[in-house]
């Protein structure tokens, strides 16, 4: 465990306000009536099938979405968050987040994400962090427009464009037009795919493999053929065991996905892999420079020109 922990690590797969923790979202949720349901949805969590369980941690990001209602405390969700990810001595974090408004548009989107990337650079010497904007399955394609606009304002710091949210909404095809644009764009994307037993899921895994992104997030539920696809064309997994299955000799990234909102750390979700699959030191040591290598592929692949700057991996380090 102590050596899951003292390991430098990578977290490519952190959706921002998943990570709260627990106490601040106590401290956040203003009335009884709220504490008393999130009482209530933990004790529900530990029951349920796939999607009775996925539908109660959309509920808590209901409730979590209704308390978080100003820039202070989104400044310090990022804040705790590095805070935590420094602590379980992470190098590099890919922070992804829906950017949104508040006060009725008052504060506009573009705050939200200046908040939030000004607070990284002030983590700047401790933790070298950026920045993925996520579309959320159940906007508009207009709102998943200004979101890729935001991205491409606020490039180099944001590396990247995500699909998230609610998995029984299945709403790949729509936003498809925006994901082609991020593309010729030539900026990163990373879908959240397979996360429901559906045969409705398992159509949308085809759409979204045909589209060939950066990278996947999750990918529980698949067919063999999709399997072999994924394999075949070497697309980087980023993998969240605490609810996902491990799949070894593949581009992966080991991840946490809402660290605050389900209780676990990078570290932690390494030393259990450690014990399920019995992996070595060595293995777990191979596993996260080939994490950095496949990150690093991919940004040259984004911005060649810093190809200059970048040093070899020494592995004896
Ligand atoms: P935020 O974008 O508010 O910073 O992070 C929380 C949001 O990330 C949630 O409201 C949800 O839309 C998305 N999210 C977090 N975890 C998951 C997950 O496991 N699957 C999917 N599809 N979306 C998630």
Do not use: W
């Not at 102590?2 to 401290?27: D, V, Y």
């Not at 729509?174 to 994901?179: A, E, S």
């Not at 398992?202 to 997030?217: Q, T, Y």
């Amino acid at each position: 465990r102590r050596f899951c922990q003292l390991l430098p690590k990578i977290e490519l797969h952190a959706h921002l306000n998943g990570c709260i923790r627990t106490s601040t979202f106590r401290q956040l949720l203003s009335s009884t009536a709220d504490q008393l349901r999130l009482d209530a949805l933990d004790k529900e969590f530990q029951s349920g099938d796939t999607h009775a369980r996925m539908a109660n941690v959309f509920e808590k990001f209901a409730l979590l979405r209704s308390c978080v209602t100003n820039l202070d405390e989104i400044r310090r969700i990022t804040r705790e968050t590095l805070e935590d990810f420094i602590a379980d001595h992470i190098m590099y974090v890919e922070l992804r987040t829906r950017p949104r408004s508040f006060d009725n548009g008052a504060i506009p989107m573009s705050s939200y994400v200046e908040a939030i990337l000004e607070t990284m650079k002030q983590y700047k010497n401790q933790i070298c962090s950026r920045l993925i904007l996520s579309i959320d399955r159940t906007q508009t394609v207009d709102q998943a427009m200004e979101t890729l606009k935001l991205a491409e304002r606020y490039r180099p710091d944001v590396v990247g464009l995500d699909l998230s949210g609610d998995p029984n909404v299945k709403s790949f095809e729509r936003f498809l037009p925006v994901f082609n644009l991020a593309k010729q764009m030539n900026l990163p994307t990373t879908i959240h795919i397979g996360e429901l037993p559906d045969a409705e899921c398992l159509r949308e895994n085809d759409l979204i493999l045909d589209f060939k992104p950066s990278r996947l997030g999750h990918f529980n539920f698949r067919t063999k053929e999709q399997e072999q696809r994924v394999i075949k064309e070497q697309i980087p997994l980023e993998i969240c065991p605490t609810s996902n299955l491990l799949t070894m000799k593949h581009p992966l990234a080991i991840c946490t996905d809402d660290s605050g909102l389900m209780d676990c750390r990078l570290s932690s979700e390494i030393f259990d892999l450690v014990q399920s699959f019995r992996i070595t030191k060595e293995e777990i040591c191979e596993l996260m420079l080939q994490t950095c290598r496949t990150t690093a592929a991919i940004a040259l692949k984004s911005h060649p020109q810093y190809a200059r700057h970048i040093t070899p991996i020494d592995p004896n380090r």
